[in-house]
């Protein structure tokens, strides 16, 4: 892909990610106002927490690469490529508090403990591992024509992209390579 088809490519997905991340609180905030119980919305609150951390984490990731482009710069920073790293585990540590976070709020909100609350949380949830998947393990979105045309020639998935780069960026520290950009 040529560097102004990267430009657009960063451009929008940065975007994207933003325009979901508020879109997804919006209707969120909207839906649980119109309720007017808040109770009855802590726990898909708390997955949603989660999928808009992961998008968070999607949009700078986006505006670093755009950076990195518009710089002539081809290795993400080491001290991003370690917080990623971080934030790779502590997605995985939130995600698996949300059992915990159901107990809690059965207990604390006297809702049973398979409510609609929980299924919906339980449906957010699903959304996040998705969106942990994309990112750090394997490409699950191939919105462009370009993503199509590498999985046609490969017939594999890709490496997610944030996974690829830490990947990369250990492999560089085993061999004791330069990684500060």
């Known amino acids: 892909m040529d560097e102004m088809n990267l430009r657009r490519r960063y451009g929008y997905l940065w975007t994207g990610e933003a325009f979901a991340a508020i879109f997804f609180v919006t209707l969120f905030l909207w839906s649980a106002y119109q309720d007017g119980v808040w109770q009855r919305w802590i726990v898909r609150g708390y997955s949603l927490a989660i999928v ?21 710069q081809r290795q993400m920073p080491a001290p991003v490529l ?36 929980t299924v919906y949380g339980l ?26 045309a590498n999985l046609r020639t490969h017939r594999r998935l890709r490496r997610g992209t944030i996974g690829k780069a830490l990947d990369a960026h250990i492999t560089r520290q085993d061999k004791g390579i330069e990684t500060n950009g």
């Open 52 to 72: 808009i951390l992961i998008l968070m984490q999607g949009m700078i990731w986006w505006r670093w690469k755009l950076r990195l482009l518009r710089n002539n």
């Open 82 to 117: 370690t917080a990623y790293r971080i934030w790779r585990r502590i997605n995985w540590w939130l995600i698996g508090c949300f059992p915990l976070v159901v107990l809690l709020t059965t207990l604390l909100t006297n809702q049973p403990f398979l409510s609609a609350d």
């Open 123 to 148: 449906f957010i949830l699903g959304g996040a591992i998705l969106e942990q998947i994309n990112y750090y393990y394997v490409q699950l979105m191939y919105d462009s024509a370009y993503d199509w």
